[in-house]
């Protein structure tokens, strides 16, 4: 599939969403926030909200699900219209299911990790998932530092997937920018979340491309 870029609309005006989406029409998803002040503390949307979204644009959504129980509303986001749905490892009761779960509905299914959750133990369930994500700060606010000590379990979970023979996407979220994204790419990173870094570019859509373009050029 290649390189990526899925830019976050956690850093952008909430009071003109659809006008912000239109500013990154070079985008290959939008990355959506879902958070739920329990799993993280913060709040953001929900599946209404999303929906607005999907009907107001052509670029494909990515949710992120930040929320305790995503075994009772991760489908709700395929039913808004999102064609990838991340849950998080931590908050899921019965990942497999889950999985499949999304996948039947027909979206994409992607499990998330947080910086201090190794992919060791869930190697097995790579074959059941059509993207990893793993967080490169703790979640729950944009503009955070880039955490380097993820960088090792990019790399890990890059040769498992080769190990397995899966063609699991890899996608990176938090502090990812024009400075930090060859890091990630080199390690195997091929999916690139990224707020503040375009929300607060003067042109969101160029810094898309020049993220793109350092991506490709250090994935090789
Ligand atoms: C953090 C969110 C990220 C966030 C990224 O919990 O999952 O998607 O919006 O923002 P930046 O790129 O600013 O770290
Ligand atoms: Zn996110």
Redesign the pocket.
Known sequence: MGIQITP?I??ADFAALGAEVARIGSADWV?M?VMDDHF?PNLTFGPTMVEAIARSTDIPLDA?L?IADPDRRALDYVDAGCGSVTFHVEAAKAPIRLAREIRKAGARASMALKPATPIEPYEELLPELDMLLIMT?E??????KFLDLCLPKIRTARRLMAKHGVETWLQV????SLETIERCAEAGADVF?????VYSADDPDRMVAQLRAKAEAASG
Do not use: E, R
């Not at 979640?139 to 955070?144: H, I, L, N, V």
């Not at 979340?193 to 870094?197: D, E, K, P, R």
């Open positions: 976050s956690l850093n990355h926030d993280v992120h930040m700060v979640p729950g606010f944009g503009g955070q979220d938090g502090g990812i979340v990224a707020g503040s870094a």
